[in-house]
């Protein structure tokens, strides 16, 4: 059973950085393309930022980059979100997510493509 445990969400103030952690259990980490999804209310789910399963690539929401960064430890089946200078309008739940990927460059861009999830994390960032 696949299971996707996300984990270090919390209150933070604008400016402020925070990390949030993504633990996988029962699939073979490395063979995945991870990423974090976002949903704040009223929103539609929104890809934060992904990486391909070496790593070797990456990808970020415009609105993200420059300040978040993603990243992940195969050995720990982990990945994690470095939010930084964070902005009120970074609130949201945000979700960890993984999608099979044959090839070590893919990253899916929609969330179709993503067939694990977590339960979701709140972050909330206060002005």
């Known amino acids: 059973q696949v299971q996707l445990v996300e984990s270090g969400g919390g209150l933070e103030q604008a400016g402020d950085s925070l990390r949030v952690s993504c633990a996988a259990s029962?699939?073979?980490?490395?063979?995945?393309?991870m990423a974090w999804f976002r949903q704040a209310p009223g929103k539609e789910r929104e890809l934060v930022a992904g990486?391909?399963?070496?790593?070797?690539?990456?990808n970020y929401a415009d609105s993200v980059k420059g300040r978040f960064t993603i990243s992940r430890d195969n050995a720990q089946n982990t990945v994690f979100l470095q939010m930084n200078s964070l902005k009120p309008e970074d609130a949201a739940v945000y979700y960890c997510?993984?999608?099979?990927?044959?090839?070590?460059?893919?990253?899916?861009?929609?969330?179709?493509?993503?067939?694990?999830w977590g339960q979701g994390i709140q972050v909330t960032v206060s002005s």
């Open positions: 997510a993984a999608s099979f990927a044959l090839s070590t460059m893919i990253i899916p861009p929609s969330a179709g493509a993503y067939t694990h």
């Open positions: 029962g699939l073979t980490f490395s063979t995945y393309a």
């Open positions: 990486i391909a399963r070496n790593a070797f690539r990456t």
